[in-house]
């Protein structure tokens, strides 16, 4: 079965012939009177497309292809790719691609070159077979046809494997296929010899093979450059990914601008300012990641030409800088740029995406995340006009199509609205509800969707609690409401919360949502510094001590999102963590809520129930996803906890791992702290990379404080060095203030050559234990490229000190070379100080190696001090007849001192 009967059972629910599909097809409204052909023969044509063959009537009747566009509900340029198949750039292929959000006119791929974006692997047949990894929105397509039309490989666009098998040349040659589902891939050895093929997916691929490695070989492209050779013995396919956006956002602002071409403003300036627009992006764009790839990137470069950097549109720039503002312009820029939309205008389709929003978080039951059905997208916003919704549904080839009896009717009219239906086609027909995979459609740019379910959490905070209790349901609903709970709350917002408690209804499951969420976010607005109300937040830590149920004392709020939410703000941990801190910004009374909820006089609880409640939030903290601030204030949260009752953590009483940093101020001030207790596992290492913004944020300085780290180290009896290896995050700033005696240390040997060791921040008694260090060590081994930046940033005082203590062996002339380039006049000096003290042996060793340019400079030192009994005239013979022999700068001097050292014999 063809691409186009899989289309129709789709929708349809049920496989139809080629005579039916026409049938239903001319039984449209729309359908041309005349008919341009019989029934019979669009049966043949219909038959002709879906197996990729002659596409030509498209030709003589155009309106065709939007008929079938509608029918079918697929987007123009989606049917577009299904017709052409795989087609080579014989003048088969479409040699235009229309870019609509960059504002260009449409790229004509005979003559236009890609710009710097895609993987070279992706771009060069010769590298095949290669699987690129790409989510939609990455210029997938447009890389097909570019590569049809300039190297003749066959573009087939297909759902599935099996599909895009059934398209295959006859002819073995290169082929670039794009499927919308990743089931069923072949292992590349499954592959004809010798086949060139470039698969194209957007999720990771799933095995199909018995083997294990068949998806092991993992590229990351560059654009431009080459990536890992394929993994020939194990046959494995090389998977490509598209390389960060930063890496190519420059070269794509400059392609667009090239493209844009050289239009200006009234008063002579550009239009288009490319460095302005790449200074916005990665000022205020990229920092945020709402560019994905190379669709999203073409989107806001486009908007920033129109709008923000237009000084044509100079009052459309200054009020559209934030993301509402720039998504409704998105949208009209989107409507305006595409090709033949006939749909609803900006405003009705704004407002009909608002409602979408709104929906998605009261009423979807699956996350915007996961492609729903066409379907669902209809059901999910409803017009309430029952009687209008019949007389569309009643049409004569509505009717066909759904074959329901009334009362069906009646309840698809309360399902379907035709305003929702017409709304999702015209949605479809922009691009901006995409197939993610066969039958199953995305809301996409993702930023639009994400700023306008922002809005919608936005306007529900502004209405009854019931309402964004309803969100607070979802677990993909759940944490932008309570995001943009907590940011009103932070701001002095706190209208929502009121208004809950003023209505407060125990036995609805939407109200105590509301309240969960509500103690959440006041909880972690506590923790974050903001005010929050005594009252407001008295009561309602009171109501959630009510609704919270307990398993093995362990209190649990009722509404909870399963054992591993997602979310940050739905986990177990969250919620621990806003009850301690809103109980120590309350100061609830001892005994007045469970222990675990208000531990700040005690937890006299199970060990057990401690154990679960504080894991929870141990484990939210070990999180990578938590941002370093949040870290910080919890670890300031549970360090006053430790100064409060100790440990909560009973079988270590020292400190658990969320008290460790207050722990280590704390001993660190007494004199008291072990070694031993930083040795206590990874998760310590997790938290130690904060150290010194914690300690800084009790009023220390980290200079007056870090003394402390090295003494316990230094008292501790084996000295071990695992946390003082470089590569840990903390360690450049313990080494910072590394005491003289540490350095002495043997097991520090190696780590202080390490060029990560901060030497540009050494003081001088820091200096001073370095220059006694490298005393101490056998010298020749300091001569190697980790020695180097010591030198590079050693003050020139110190290197004349090393210079005149001999800390330089004759075995490190690379060493002395690099003096030389370093500190030549302070090199200079210190042989003037070695020759004066008779010390030629010294001062002979930075002679040997000294750059040609300095050769004037050591004969005058040579002049000046030959007189001395010390220095080896067959020493200075040697050095001047190399001078002289190499021409060096100054060896006529050297000649004239040569003719004194040793006169012509007469």
Known sequence: MGWLKNRVKELSGEECSYGEIARRLTALPSWPDPEPMTTSSLATYLGQLDKGE??????????????????????????????????????????????????IRRLDLRKVDLPPVFPEEVLDPRQWPVLWRAAGGSARTLVGRWLATRKSISFIPAETWEEAKAKLPQRAGPCFILLKSDSGLPDVSELPPGFPVCLVVDAAPKKTSAHDDVWTSVIVGKPGGRGLEPDRESRAWNVVKSPPVGEWIAPLVHWIDRHRGLATSEDGAPRFNPGACLEWLRKDILPSGLVEGFGTAVGFIGLYADYLGNPTRKKVGETARSLPELARYFLRRRIQGMDGFTGPRFEPLWKFLRQLSRALLTQSRESWEQGQPLSEWYGLVHGGNESAALDWLTQPSILRELKLDEQALRKKAMEIPPESFQMVRALQQLRLLREQEPGLYVLRPRWVLTTLLQQAADELLRANPEEWGAALLHEHGAPIVLARMQDQLYSGEHSP?????????????????????????????????????HEIATRVFHLQAQVAIERHSVPMRRIGYGES??????????????????????????GDVHALLNPWDGVNVEEQATEIAFNQVRELLLDEVVDEETQLKAFELYGRLWTRIGSVERRNRTADFMQLLEFIVTKVDEGGLRWADLEKGLAVERCLPMLRSFVERKGRTWESFVPGIWKAWLASPDRPFRLMRLENAWARDWFEFIPPEAMLAPQLAAILLD?????ERFRREQWIGFLAFLKQREQHLFDSHRGGAAWERMPLEFIRQAILEDVISEYQGKTLRALWRIASETVQDALRQLLSEGRWSSAWLYFLVAPPKDTPAIIGLLREHLHRPEISRSDVLMWLHRRISSRAPGWEEAWELLLEVAPERV
């Open 54 to 103: 002659s596409s030509r009537l498209l030709t003589q009747h155009p309106n065709l292809r939007d008929l079938l566009a509608d029918f079918l509900e697929m987007p123009a340029d989606e049917l577009a790719e299904r017709l052409e198949g795989p087609k080579a750039a014989s003048g088969q292929s479409d040699v235009f691609f229309q870019l609509v959000d960059a504002g």
């Open 497 to 533: 919360v009121e208004k809950l408690l003023a209505s407060w209804t125990p036995r609805s499951p939407r109200f105590v949502a509301a309240l969960e969420g509500a103690f959440v976010a006041l909880g972690w607005v506590a923790l974050r510094g903001g005010t929050v109300p």
């Open 565 to 590: 939410p997602q979310a940050l703000l739905l986990s177990h941990g969250s919620w621990f963590l806003a009850a301690h801190a809103l109980s120590e910004r309350l100061g609830l009374p001892r």
């Open 755 to 759: 060029p990560a060791i901060p030497y």
